[in-house]
């Protein structure tokens, strides 16, 4: 796909109603068990409807963080080898509740113990002290700063595709309001880091409000992601490879 020709394509995954009567939308919001934690029975209707759906675009919007684990459920699609950059206020990475639940807290955790082709993870801009109450971390995490990030992408770059997956909250209040704690980061910051991937499986996006649908799509969530695609299609980064 050469984004610089193209529009970025995208669908937006709507678990908790907040994309209703909006285009590009696959409606989750009838399964239940869905809200902070994914039980089994739910992970198994969204992956069915994921396969149902055939070839996803490469920019996926996930609602707000409370459901960051579908990024987990998209991942477990993925059939080559990979490594996931995460872009984020939290790690999502602390020792499980339920062993056979999982939450929007310790998806990364289970991707790195259950994804085999998963070789490595880039945890970039997580807040340290909540990297420290996490616990020890699996040893496929690597946690950066945003400028180191760059560095340790460049090392896969030539090895392997990358999955991105980006949670508002490590943005600050001028370009998200969210439900959990958030950083202090702008989009220039985070798109060069986004932009230095070179060959991209796809982008995740997660951190809209409750509120997002409320305002009819003109809200700060909605500016923010249309920045993000915006700048994608400009500077022609990454290259996705679907």
């Known amino acids: 796909m050469d984004n610089s020709r193209k529009s970025v394509n995208f669908i937006r995954f709507n678990l908790s109603g907040i994309y209703d009567g909006m285009d590009n939308t696959v409606d989750l919001t009838d399964i239940k068990g869905t809200n902070c934690f994914c039980d089994e029975e739910a992970e198994k209707e969204i992956g069915r409807r994921i396969d149902s759906f055939g070839e996803l675009p490469p ?71 909540l990297i420290e109450e996490a616990g020890p971390l699996p040893d496929k995490i690597r946690v950066c700063t945003l400028d180191q990030a760059v560095d340790a992408i ?5 090895r392997m595709d990358i999955y991105i997956s980006l949670d508002k909250d490590i943005f600050n209040t001028d370009y998200a309001r969210t439900d959990w704690s958030q950083g202090d980061y702008t989009p220039d910051h985070i798109l060069p880091v986004i932009c230095s991937v070179r060959s991209c499986l796809a982008l995740d996006i997660c951190g809209d409000h409750k509120d997002y649908s409320s305002k009819g799509g003109s809200g700060l969530s909605e500016r923010t992601n249309k920045t993000i695609l915006e700048q994608i299609k400009k500077r022609g980064k990454p290259r996705f490879v679907i």
């Open 59 to 129: 920019v996926r919007f996930i609602d707000t963080g409370n459901y960051h684990y579908m990024s987990l459920l998209l991942m477990k699609r993925i059939r080559t080898s990979f490594a996931l950059l995460l872009l984020d206020n939290h790690p999502d990475a602390k020792l499980p509740d339920f062993f056979d639940i999982t939450s929007c807290g310790d998806w990364v955790r289970k991707a790195c113990e259950s994804l085999d082709n998963l070789k490595q993870v880039i945890m970039a801009g997580v807040d340290p002290k």
């Open 154 to 158: 460049e090392q896969i770059n030539s």
